[in-house]
């Protein structure tokens, strides 16, 4: 969906919507959408800048960094945003840091599925896990540590590492 700078009433355009999008589009390639993107936004035009608030919910599927279990990352966010004219994207260098959030509108024009995208991939987490405690697999059978099973013996010892243990004992 476009929205036209130029078309926009004064008292703004409220838009609530769903959005299809497809997994490959996201930065996480193991993601997979469970529900589709619901959006909503309130945008507003004050002189030449776009002021946009918004929520975007959706329900996806990632899998564990650590087990590579699948499990549901439910979203849930707010943003705000304001968009300038591509004329002011010259001086960017020179704005705020308080002006993070700023983006810039070209040919009068913006493309919502592009900001709903962008929002919804920046609420994915850095490493994607089922729960922060996940232990992940057995280095020695490869049984799911969390579900009990593996009765392994685990040398923790890093075999790299005994001359070094070995030297800190002699320095005691």
């Given at each position: ?21 497809f ?41 564990c960094h ?6 549901e990352?439910p ?6 945003l ?11 260098d020179?704005?705020e840091?308080g ?11 913006i493309?919502?599925n ?5 929002q919804?991939?920046?609420?994915f987490?850095?490493?994607s ?13 490869g ?8 009765s392994c013996?685990k040398d ?5 590492l005994?001359k070094l ?8």
């Open positions: 969906m476009i929205i036209d700078i130029d078309l926009m009433p004064d008292e703004g355009v409220q838009v609530c919507q769903e959005f299809d999008f997994s490959m589009e996201l930065v996480d390639e193991n993601a997979v959408f469970l529900k589709p993107v619901s959006a909503e936004l309130y945008v507003k035009k004050s002189g030449e800048d776009v002021f946009i608030k918004g929520h975007v919910s959706a329900l996806l599927s990632f899998v650590r087990c590579l279990t699948p499990y990352f979203v849930d966010s707010d943003f705000d304001v968009y300038f004219p591509e004329e002011l994207d010259e001086i960017k020179q704005l840091s002006d993070l959030n700023s983006y810039f509108y070209q040919q009068r024009q493309d919502l592009e900001l709903v995208l962008e919804l991939n920046l609420t987490p850095y490493k896990l089922c729960r922060q405690d996940c232990q992940g697999i057995c280095p020695v059978c049984i799911i540590v969390r579900e009990g099973l593996c013996e923790e010892t890093d075999p790299r005994v243990k070995t030297y800190m004992k002699d320095k005691r």
